[in-house]
């Protein structure tokens, strides 16, 4: 058995593979001169929006300003409370913030690290007071209207959307699914009796093509994606200075363009994604074969409405960061997706939130680890990083979870 070392993810591989292709993207670029907007942009625009069945796809520079954009074009803004979940990726509070609103967390699900739904509905009907007024419903915590809901589809998985959007209905907000980890993720609406594509449920939904998620470019881009035409002609504008035709500003926007060469790379990688997704749900259900059984070791659940993409595989163990060593020591990489929930990071201590508010996202916070995953990882591969972590709960039973 080989000793190489097993990367956390491998970016070499599929960029070596596709080479020729891509540089035939860049030099096509080159020779038109067109490195913003135009045709490249627009086909890829055209395939990702058909490939997450949704009517609109507008490309801006990061999966930050795809929330932003989303945001801000969904009317969100000053005197706004946005709700989301504290186990997330610094981005998706940031972009409630730079739209001028205020984050608010309610805390995740034990199994699926996803929006806790029963949460939500307990701080919408419990923790907030409707202004007849207005129709609007008032956070008594910040006294601000509550205008939008972040689900976010960690890891892969899409959140519990059936009735995250049935109380948005209810209390008339935006959801913008922070879709960032989840190309190609689907869930089973009941509601709609069909399998639904993340990035076709909500108001818009954002996406992140940073090199390492499940489609990544080679630098940084972004998406979002909407069956709103409105919403989708003021991002296209939000993205571009606020113009929908040259130096006639509507509003005032931002410089949020995605790149053409990006766009080209990414609608080459685009045509790869439903087959890496395949392999990495693959790859998924040989980890559960080969750690399921062992006792001191969560897996990532799947319940039956949903089909993770697993952008991450992330198991849950006491002792989280004798792991770590122990698979380093090994030559494994690893990851913690992440360390700190939000409402812990100094970033965010205005907003007065303290430990214990969230216990579930501080206890799994603790415990989580991201094994290797990504589409070419080989079933010796995996035996070797099965071998490890069984080894490591094999030896301490009394500290595992
Ligand atoms: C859940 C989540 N939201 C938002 C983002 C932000 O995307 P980007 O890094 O492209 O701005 C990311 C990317 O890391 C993410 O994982």
């Given at each position: 058995?080989?000793?190489?070392?097993?990367?956390?993810?491998?970016?070499?591989?599929?960029?070596?593979?596709?080479?020729a292709?891509?540089?035939?993207?860049?030099?096509?670029?080159?020779?038109?001169?067109?490195?913003?907007?135009?045709?490249?942009?627009?086909?890829?625009?055209?395939?990702?929006?058909?490939?997450?069945?949704?009517?609109?796809?507008?490309?801006?520079?990061?999966?930050?300003?795809?929330?932003?954009?989303?945001?801000?074009?969904?009317?969100?803004?000053?005197?706004?409370s946005?709700?989301?979940v504290?186990?997330?990726?610094?981005?998706?509070?940031?972009?409630?913030?730079?739209?001028?609103?205020?984050?608010?967390?309610?805390?995740?699900?034990?199994?699926?690290?996803?929006?806790?739904?029963?949460?939500?509905?307990?701080?919408?009907?419990?923790?907030?007071?409707?202004?007849s007024?207005?129709?609007?419903?008032?956070?008594?915590?910040?006294?601000?209207?509550?205008?939008?809901?972040?689900?976010?589809?960690?890891?892969?998985?899409?959140?519990?959307?059936d009735?995250?959007?049935?109380l948005?209905?209810?209390?008339?907000?935006?959801?913008?699914?922070?879709?960032?980890?989840?190309?190609?993720?689907?869930?089973f609406?009941?509601?709609?009796?069909?399998?639904?594509?993340?990035?076709?449920?909500?108001?818009a939904a954002?996406?992140?093509?940073?090199?390492?998620?499940?489609l990544?470019?080679?630098?940084?881009?972004?998406?979002?994606?909407?069956?709103?035409?409105?919403?989708?002609?003021?991002?296209?504008?939000?993205?571009?200075?606020?113009?929908?035709?040259?130096?006639?500003?509507?509003?005032e926007?931002?410089n949020?363009?995605?790149?053409a060469?990006?766009?080209?790379?990414?609608?080459?990688?685009?045509?790869?994604?439903?087959?890496?997704?395949?392999?990495?749900?693959?790859?998924?259900q040989?980890?559960?074969?080969?750690?399921?059984?062992?006792?001191?070791?969560?897996?990532?659940?799947?319940?039956?409405?949903?089909?993770?993409?697993?952008?991450?595989?992330?198991?849950?163990?006491?002792?989280?960061?004798?792991?770590?060593?122990?698979?380093?020591?090994?030559?494994?990489?690893?990851?913690?997706?992440?360390?700190?929930?939000?409402?812990?990071?100094s970033?965010?201590?205005?907003?007065?939130?303290?430990?214990?508010?969230?216990?579930?996202?501080?206890?799994?916070?603790a415990?989580?680890?991201?094994?290797?995953?990504?589409?070419?990882?080989t079933?010796?591969?995996?035996?070797r990083?099965?071998?490890?972590?069984?080894?490591?709960v094999?030896?301490?039973?009394?500290?595992?979870a």
């Amino acid at each position: 058995m080989t000793s190489e070392p097993i990367p956390f993810l491998d970016l070499l591989t599929p960029h070596r593979e596709l080479e020729a292709e891509l540089l035939q993207v860049v030099q096509q670029a080159f020779r038109r001169a067109a490195f913003i907007g135009g045709p490249m942009l627009e086909a890829f625009e055209r395939d990702f929006a058909a490939f997450c069945s949704a009517r609109y796809c507008v490309g801006v520079s990061s999966g930050t300003d795809a929330l932003r954009f989303a945001l801000l074009a969904a009317g969100i803004g000053n005197g706004d409370s946005v709700v989301t979940v504290p186990n997330t990726f610094i981005a998706t509070t940031e972009a409630i913030t730079q739209a001028g609103a205020l984050p608010e967390f309610v805390d995740i699900g034990e199994q699926t690290y996803t929006m806790d739904v029963d949460k939500l509905r307990e701080y919408l009907d419990n923790m907030c007071w409707l202004d007849s007024t207005t129709g609007s419903v008032i956070s008594h915590r910040t006294g601000k209207r509550v205008a939008a809901i972040i689900p976010v589809h960690l890891y892969g998985q899409m959140a519990d959307m059936d009735p995250i959007l049935a109380l948005a209905e209810k209390y008339n907000l935006a959801v913008i699914e922070d879709a960032c980890q989840a190309h190609g993720a689907e869930y089973f609406s009941k509601r709609q009796n069909r399998w639904c594509t993340a990035g076709s449920m909500g108001r818009a939904a954002a996406f992140s093509f940073y090199p390492g998620k499940n489609l990544g470019a080679c630098g940084e881009a972004g998406a979002v994606t909407t069956n709103d035409e409105e919403m989708a002609r003021r991002m296209r504008m939000l993205r571009d200075h606020g113009q929908a035709k040259k130096y006639y500003h509507e509003i005032e926007g931002y410089n949020g363009r995605l790149d053409a060469i990006q766009a080209g790379i990414l609608r080459i990688k685009l045509e790869r994604l439903a087959e890496w997704n395949e392999k990495r749900r693959t790859c998924a259900q040989r980890y559960q074969e080969m750690l399921g059984s062992a006792e001191g070791i969560v897996l990532p659940y799947e319940g039956s409405s949903a089909k993770a993409v697993y952008h991450l595989y992330v198991v849950r163990v006491q002792n989280r960061d004798d792991l770590q060593r122990h698979l380093a020591a090994a030559g494994i990489g690893t990851g913690i997706h992440y360390p700190i929930p939000l409402h812990l990071q100094s970033a965010y201590r205005t907003l007065a939130y303290e430990r214990g508010d969230f216990p579930i996202t501080e206890r799994t916070a603790a415990e989580i680890l991201s094994l290797p995953m990504f589409p070419g990882l080989t079933p010796s591969q995996q035996g070797r990083v099965a071998e490890q972590v069984l080894e490591f709960v094999s030896l301490a039973p009394a500290r595992a979870a």
